[in-house]
């Protein structure tokens, strides 16, 4: 089959690997040469995603049997069109068009399906930003509708903050929708990533819930499992349930969700593999996350995910611009026990730009913030070289 990946970061290089072990096509698409994924595929093309006509252009040229978009900066309303020409848009065309735009996902979970939300208004400029915050209380979060990694995410804790946060929003907005959510501090005491996969002919299917600790917005160390009560679980599988259903197509979503005293509140859900679910390139299932997507959108059955490791990953990031960057460490980070590690091939760097992560396991009855700090430990040892 040949799949045309629509976004060529370092979550697609893991998935063009898992597509080229079971010898399928892929094109990488990205806005720069030379991005992560490009450097694996058979081939790939420079566009500018926004633009529908250039994106005609490619689908076009290459006629692929699957389209798979890994981030949000797509003119996804074009998917409707490539269904309707027989190719399969993962995980569907409705399904790409909502998540990549989180205004009409949250809607969806909220208003459509009653799922447990924060309270959220949306803002298409500072004023009424400053009246979102009026409504929604302070402290409250804001995001720009089209972003990913938590660009242009921050929290307005007084009112000085808002200028600020609204600035910053637009700066870190994807695409061409100058648009935020402003949305109520939940008083959480933690946060999951429940990796949710759903296949053509088969049962909806979940992997073990994943935890993660935030700094900006993005994430810097993710665990699993994460601990999480019977009922909690429960109530985020179900959550998942639905709303992926509602969105249809078979596929890996990963599905965010806050943990609180008075239960769990659906967070975010993105249509694809989760940067958070990079702990699973340590083995802690039988399938990583990025062959779990492969194999859904494939229509392979997956007769079930098994939990075989604790593991935990960390970050590695980039401090200063750099158009050359280079690393110091790795022969360190090699010689750890039970640790291993990726270095995504970026071709450039900027201050806490993701480049690489860190990677740790150890039996499941090892605490696991033990497996945390090894991970975190492991990824210091790392430098990233201007």
């Not at 073990?208 to 679980?233: C, F, M, T």
């Amino acid at each position: 089959m040949k799949i045309l990946l629509l976004g060529s970061g370092e979550l697609g290089k893991e998935f063009v690997i898992a597509a080229q072990r079971i010898g399928q096509t892929v094109i990488a698409v990205d806005s720069y040469e030379n991005a992560p994924a490009m450097q694996v595929a058979h081939g790939f093309e420079v566009i500018n995603m926004l633009d529908g006509n250039a994106l005609d252009a490619v689908v076009s040229k290459h006629q692929p049997d699957y389209i798979v978009p890994e981030i949000e900066a797509i003119r996804t309303e074009r998917f409707y069109d490539y269904e309707k020409q027989g190719i399969t848009v993962v995980p569907s065309a409705k399904a790409a068009n909502f998540t990549m735009n989180r205004k009409a996902i949250r809607d969806l979970a909220a208003k459509e399906l009653g799922l447990k939300t924060a309270n959220y208004l949306y803002a298409t400029s500072a004023e009424e930003l400053r009246k979102g915050v009026e409504a929604v209380g302070m402290p409250c979060v804001v995001k720009p509708l089209m972003s990913s990694s938590g660009k242009g995410q921050s929290t307005i804790k007084t009112e000085s903050d808002i200028e600020k946060a609204w600035q910053y929003a637009v700066e870190g907005s994807r695409g061409d929708v100058v648009e935020v959510i402003v949305e109520a501090f939940v008083k959480f005491n933690s946060e999951i990533t429940l990796l949710t996969v759903t296949q053509r002919n088969g049962n909806t299917l979940f992997c073990a819930p994943i935890g993660h600790r935030q700094e900006r917005g993005d994430y810097q160390e993710s665990w699993q499992p994460a601990n999480v009560s019977d009922k909690d679980l429960q109530e985020a599988q179900n959550m998942a349930r639905k709303v992926t259903e509602a969105l249809g197509g078979a596929g890996l979503f990963g599905v965010e969700f806050f943990l609180a005293d008075d239960g769990v509140y659906f967070s975010e859900l993105s249509p694809r593999p989760h940067d958070t679910g990079m702990v699973t390139l340590s083995g802690t299932q039988n399938f990583n996350e990025f062959e779990l997507h492969l194999r859904a959108v494939l229509g392979l059955p997956i007769a079930e995910i098994t939990l075989e490791k604790a593991g935990a990953s960390a970050v590695i990031l980039a401090s200063a611009d750099s158009q050359n960057p280079t690393y110091s460490g790795i022969e360190k980070i090699a010689s750890l026990s039970n640790v291993d590690f990726r270095i995504f091939g970026k071709p450039t760097s900027r201050p806490y730009r993701r480049m690489g992560v860190a990677l740790a396991k150890a039996p499941l009855e090892t605490p696991v913030e033990e497996v945390v700090q090894t991970a975190v430990s492991a990824a210091q040892s790392v430098t990233v070289n201007p």
